[in-house]
């Protein structure tokens, strides 16, 4: 069975930093695309960054740019999102996703002092 | 950036209507082009991918149509499960937009 399982989020003051990781299994996770998406309380779905296969292309919303970073570890069959310089507007749910589908079942992330 | 519109924001059926929502792209997007559902406090689930094509698993009553910049996502006959909140979202380019999303509750 594919399951995307996410952790590290939490409640961080505004300027702080957070860690986000997905835990893979079921299916060979160097071979696919990977994506974080975020929701915000009440409101709909934001892309904030995608990663390829292999690494070569990162992307990224330009409301993270230059704050957030992407990376992945395909011999643990991770993938990350490091978040710097939080802001009160990045208090979501972050899910990862593989390509399209699945999603996993998110993390909180809440910024606040 | 491809802007993503999606209507109505929300609409209210009856279980065994016919529900219709579309999706327009700010440009071409060929056929890049995902319906996803969600429920509350639940992940979204991905329901048509490349713009007319059904994932595994998914009741037939749900189906999609359009390329370029209109798209549709028609279920032809609403269940009870079906109440939820659908996205649209494009996958032609970065940014991976999606629309603001189309709440289909009770009647």
Known sequence: EVQLVESGGGLVKPGGSLRLSCAASGFTFSSYNMNWVRQAPGKGLEWVSSISSSSTYIYYADSVKGRFTISRDNAKNSLYLQMNSLRAEDTAVYYCARDTSPWGQGTLVTVSS | ?107
Do not use: H
């Open chain 2, 1 to 107: 950036d491809i802007q993503m519109t999606q209507s109505p924001s929300s609409l209210s059926a009856s279980v065994g209507d016919r529900v219709t929502i579309t999706c327009r792209a700010s440009q071409s997007i060929t056929s890049y082009l995902n319906w996803y559902q969600q429920k509350p406090g639940k992940a979204p689930k991905l329901l048509i991918y490349a713009a007319s094509s059904l994932q595994s698993g998914v009741p037939s009553r749900f189906s999609g149509s359009g390329s370029g910049t209109d798209f549709t996502l028609t279920i032809s006959s609403l269940q009870p499960e079906d109440f939820a909140t659908y996205y649209c979202q494009q996958s032609y380019s970065s940014p991976r937009t999606f629309g603001q999303g189309t709440k289909v509750e009770i009647k």
